[in-house]
């Protein structure tokens, strides 16, 4: 890999990988013991691939194998395979839901978490600190809001009762609050279309370093690309093609349109 490809310079003026190994799906021990049969000196999928070259892991709580990659990661730090500051490591904030997307996800049968009630202001410090406890790390280099929308603090279950108003000004504020504390180097979000972007960065004292989206080849996302460098926010590509969301609507639509109609 080219100099020029390998890292990318966010606002903030620290150098994130320019790829990154993405951590959804892999499940707990079951990943694990695969790489294990394979390649015998190595237990868990994280060690393998950042024996090849991987220096960015892509984390979240929702994905329910923090804990996993934590273990991975000290030992990695132990063996001295690789230090702490060689690494950059991303996690995000859960979300709520809002009642449009709750009609959204009964209808295609998408089963998610019930914990999903961590972007009240007096929560977010708690979520990060779980999340630091699960990777054993004392800092992330990238915390970011997973999804624009919202649910009642401490609901269960997909129920008219449960929704509240989203409250991303207040959510935001207590990720600078992180980002300030320097438990969270760098702050960012998750599939924030351009319309809900801009209206982060009308209040926003410290600009998002990243907005990440899926974007590929049957979705390409030039509208959302062009918006964040103009307003100096990393595009960061997520490649996994979330086919639960699309095929639904008949296809790939712009972020604007999946997201913005009133969700």
């Not at 609901?155 to 000004?169: L, M, R, T, Y």
Request: negative net charge; glycine residues 8%.
């Amino acid at each position: 890999m080219s100099n020029e490809i390998r890292f990318f310079e966010l606002n903030t003026g620290a150098n994130i990988p320019s790829l990154g190994l993405g951590t959804w799906l892999a499940d707990p021990g079951v990943v694990g013991d695969v790489i294990a049969h394979a390649v015998e000196v190595f237990s868990s999928y994280t060690i393998l691939s950042l024996h090849v070259g991987y220096r960015h892991i892509d984390c979240a709580q929702i994905y329910g194998n923090q804990e996993e990659i934590g273990l991975a990661l000290k030992k990695l730090f132990e063996e001295g395979v690789v230090k702490r500051e060689d690494l950059w490591i991303t996690s995000k904030l859960w979300f709520y839901f809002s009642s449009k997307l709750i009609i959204f996800l009964l209808k295609v049968k998408v089963m998610m978490m019930d914990r999903c009630t961590d972007h009240a202001p007096e929560d977010v410090p708690e979520a990060l600190d779980r999340t630091l406890r699960d990777l054993q790390l004392d800092y992330i280099d990238l915390y970011l809001i997973h999804w624009p929308i919202r649910m009642k603090k401490g609901s269960v279950g997909f129920k008219a009762e449960n929704i509240v108003p989203s409250d991303i000004p207040n959510t935001w504020k207590a990720m600078e609050a992180l980002n300030k504390s320097g438990k969270a180097r760098a702050i960012g979000v998750s599939n924030f279309s351009t319309k809900k972007l801009g209206e982060l960065l009308e209040y926003a004292r410290v600009t998002p370093a990243v907005n990440q989206s899926e974007c590929h080849p049957a979705w390409r996302q030039d509208k959302l690309k062009a918006f964040c460098k103009s307003k100096g926010v990393h595009f960061s590509e997520r490649l996994l093609k979330a086919s639960f969301f699309h095929e639904p609507n008949g296809g790939y639509l712009p972020e604007d349109e999946l997201w913005d109609g009133g969700i």
